[in-house]
Protein backbone atom coordinates (compact mmCIF):
# COMPACT_ATOMS: atom_id res chain seq x y z
CA UNK A 1 0.00 0.00 0.00
CA UNK A 2 1.09 3.59 -1.05
CA UNK A 3 2.01 5.02 2.52
CA UNK A 4 0.76 8.45 0.79
CA UNK A 5 -2.28 7.11 -0.80
CA UNK A 6 -3.58 5.38 1.73
CA UNK A 7 -4.04 8.08 4.12
CA UNK A 8 -7.65 9.84 4.11
CA UNK A 9 -7.81 13.69 3.35
CA UNK A 10 -9.60 15.33 6.28
CA UNK A 11 -12.50 17.75 4.84
CA UNK A 12 -12.67 20.92 7.46
CA UNK A 13 -15.51 22.68 8.20
CA UNK A 14 -16.75 24.89 5.65
CA UNK A 15 -15.05 23.20 3.02
CA UNK A 16 -17.22 21.13 0.25
CA UNK A 17 -15.95 18.06 -2.10
CA UNK A 18 -17.36 16.92 -5.19
CA UNK A 19 -16.29 14.10 -7.22
CA UNK A 20 -17.78 14.35 -10.40
CA UNK A 21 -16.63 11.34 -12.35
CA UNK A 22 -12.60 11.80 -13.07
CA UNK A 23 -13.18 15.44 -11.60
CA UNK A 24 -12.84 16.82 -7.88
CA UNK A 25 -13.94 19.89 -7.22
CA UNK A 26 -13.31 21.33 -4.05
CA UNK A 27 -14.83 24.84 -2.43
CA UNK A 28 -13.76 26.28 0.70
CA UNK A 29 -13.59 30.00 2.33
CA UNK A 30 -10.89 31.36 0.26
CA UNK A 31 -12.73 30.15 -3.28
CA UNK A 32 -12.56 26.75 -5.09
CA UNK A 33 -10.55 24.63 -7.36
CA UNK A 34 -10.79 21.95 -8.92
CA UNK A 35 -8.64 19.17 -10.56
CA UNK A 36 -8.80 16.10 -13.19
CA UNK A 37 -7.52 12.99 -12.05
CA UNK A 38 -6.05 9.59 -13.43
CA UNK A 39 -9.19 7.22 -15.17
CA UNK A 40 -7.53 4.51 -13.09
CA UNK A 41 -7.85 6.00 -9.67
CA UNK A 42 -10.56 6.54 -8.08
CA UNK A 43 -11.94 8.44 -5.30
CA UNK A 44 -14.95 9.03 -3.11
CA UNK A 45 -16.27 10.76 0.11
CA UNK A 46 -16.33 8.79 3.15
CA UNK A 47 -17.03 9.74 6.72
CA UNK A 48 -16.39 13.77 6.18
CA UNK A 49 -12.46 12.22 4.29
CA UNK A 50 -11.97 11.88 0.97
CA UNK A 51 -10.64 8.23 0.28
CA UNK A 52 -7.93 7.65 -2.86
CA UNK A 53 -8.22 3.97 -4.40
CA UNK A 54 -6.52 2.23 -7.24
CA UNK A 55 -7.32 -1.20 -8.83
CA UNK A 56 -4.21 -3.13 -8.56
CA UNK A 57 -0.61 -3.17 -7.00
CA UNK A 58 1.83 -2.78 -10.47
CA UNK A 59 3.90 -0.16 -10.09
CA UNK A 60 1.57 2.71 -12.24
CA UNK A 61 -1.04 2.28 -10.04
CA UNK A 62 1.23 3.00 -6.82
CA UNK A 63 2.65 6.22 -7.85
CA UNK A 64 -0.65 7.66 -9.15
CA UNK A 65 -2.18 6.43 -6.06
CA UNK A 66 0.29 8.77 -3.91
CA UNK A 67 0.18 11.90 -6.24
CA UNK A 68 -3.82 11.88 -6.54
CA UNK A 69 -3.65 12.01 -3.01
CA UNK A 70 -1.59 14.39 -2.56
CA UNK A 71 -3.08 16.29 -5.11
CA UNK A 72 -6.71 16.11 -3.29
CA UNK A 73 -5.03 17.31 0.05
CA UNK A 74 -3.07 20.29 -1.99
CA UNK A 75 -6.78 21.33 -2.98
CA UNK A 76 -8.16 21.09 0.41
CA UNK A 77 -5.06 22.89 1.93
CA UNK A 78 -5.58 25.40 -0.63
CA UNK A 79 -8.90 26.87 -0.29
CA UNK A 80 -8.98 26.48 3.54
CA UNK A 81 -5.84 28.08 4.49
CA UNK A 82 -4.38 29.26 0.47
CA UNK A 83 0.21 28.91 0.36
CA UNK A 84 2.29 31.63 0.57
CA UNK A 85 5.95 32.05 -0.37
CA UNK A 86 8.60 34.97 0.71
CA UNK A 87 11.33 35.90 -1.24
CA UNK A 88 14.38 37.72 -0.14
CA UNK A 89 16.58 40.21 -1.87
CA UNK A 90 19.84 40.11 -1.12
CA UNK A 91 22.45 43.33 -2.75
CA UNK A 92 23.08 47.06 -2.71
CA UNK A 93 20.28 48.78 -4.98
CA UNK A 94 18.62 46.08 -5.47
CA UNK A 95 14.56 46.60 -4.68
CA UNK A 96 11.32 45.65 -5.70
CA UNK A 97 8.00 47.72 -5.38
CA UNK A 98 4.59 47.25 -6.61
CA UNK A 99 2.95 50.00 -9.02
CA UNK A 100 -0.75 49.02 -9.19
CA UNK A 101 -1.12 45.34 -9.60
CA UNK A 102 2.70 44.59 -11.30
CA UNK A 103 5.46 44.19 -9.71
CA UNK A 104 8.90 46.22 -10.66
CA UNK A 105 11.96 45.21 -9.58
CA UNK A 106 15.55 46.71 -10.19
CA UNK A 107 17.91 43.98 -9.85
CA UNK A 108 21.41 45.81 -11.24
CA UNK A 109 20.54 45.51 -14.77
CA UNK A 110 20.04 48.42 -17.53
CA UNK A 111 16.22 48.52 -17.01
CA UNK A 112 13.69 47.18 -14.22
CA UNK A 113 11.69 43.82 -14.29
CA UNK A 114 8.29 44.25 -14.87
CA UNK A 115 5.59 41.17 -13.97
CA UNK A 116 2.11 41.08 -13.61
CA UNK A 117 0.81 38.33 -11.56
CA UNK A 118 -1.63 35.58 -12.95
CA UNK A 119 -5.15 35.38 -11.96
CA UNK A 120 -5.48 33.85 -8.64
CA UNK A 121 -2.29 35.25 -7.13
CA UNK A 122 -1.40 38.22 -5.27
CA UNK A 123 2.08 39.54 -4.81
CA UNK A 124 2.91 41.88 -1.78
CA UNK A 125 6.34 43.63 -1.32
CA UNK A 126 7.87 44.34 2.37
CA UNK A 127 10.35 47.25 1.08
CA UNK A 128 12.05 47.76 4.69
CA UNK A 129 12.94 44.28 4.65
CA UNK A 130 13.36 43.65 0.77
CA UNK A 131 11.11 40.71 1.05
CA UNK A 132 8.49 39.73 -1.71
CA UNK A 133 5.77 37.73 -0.75
CA UNK A 134 3.85 35.44 -3.10
CA UNK A 135 0.17 34.52 -2.20
CA UNK A 136 -2.86 32.58 -3.61
CA UNK A 137 -4.80 29.32 -3.39
CA UNK A 138 -2.84 27.05 -6.42
CA UNK A 139 -0.12 25.25 -4.59
CA UNK A 140 1.20 24.84 -7.80
CA UNK A 141 0.99 28.38 -9.60
CA UNK A 142 2.23 29.79 -6.07
CA UNK A 143 5.31 27.94 -6.31
CA UNK A 144 5.44 28.47 -10.34
CA UNK A 145 5.24 32.63 -9.69
CA UNK A 146 7.77 32.67 -6.81
CA UNK A 147 10.67 30.64 -9.53
CA UNK A 148 9.45 33.14 -12.26
CA UNK A 149 10.64 35.84 -9.99
CA UNK A 150 13.85 34.28 -8.37
CA UNK A 151 14.75 33.51 -12.31
CA UNK A 152 15.17 37.09 -12.65
CA UNK A 153 17.89 37.54 -10.57
CA UNK A 154 19.24 34.06 -9.56
CA UNK A 155 21.66 33.92 -5.91
CA UNK A 156 25.19 34.49 -7.59
CA UNK A 157 28.27 32.26 -5.29
CA UNK A 158 30.42 35.00 -4.61
CA UNK A 159 28.76 37.63 -2.83
CA UNK A 160 25.01 35.70 -2.46
CA UNK A 161 23.36 38.63 -4.38
CA UNK A 162 19.95 38.11 -5.78
CA UNK A 163 16.84 37.12 -5.17
CA UNK A 164 16.23 33.78 -2.99
CA UNK A 165 13.81 31.87 -1.01
CA UNK A 166 13.56 32.97 2.53
CA UNK A 167 14.53 29.99 3.83
CA UNK A 168 17.15 29.19 1.03
CA UNK A 169 20.91 28.74 2.16
CA UNK A 170 23.24 30.05 -0.58
CA UNK A 171 26.49 28.40 -0.44
CA UNK A 172 29.47 31.03 -1.02
CA UNK A 173 32.34 30.00 -2.54
CA UNK A 174 35.72 31.67 -2.10
CA UNK A 175 36.90 34.23 -4.76
CA UNK A 176 40.53 34.11 -6.50
CA UNK A 177 43.32 34.79 -4.53
CA UNK A 178 45.91 36.99 -5.05
CA UNK A 179 49.34 35.48 -6.45
CA UNK A 180 52.48 36.08 -4.75
Not at 165 to 179: D, F, H, I, L, P
Request: hydrophobic share 35%.
Amino acid sequence: MSRVGKLPVPIPDKTKVDIQGQTVTVTGPKGNLSCHIHQDISAAVENNTVVVSRPSDNKKHRALHGLTRALINNLVLGVTEGYKRELQIVGVGYRAEMKGNRLVAWLGYSHPIVMEPPEGVTIEVLPKENKIIVDGIDKQLVGQVAAKIRSFRKPEPYKGKGIRYAEEKVRTKAGKTAGA
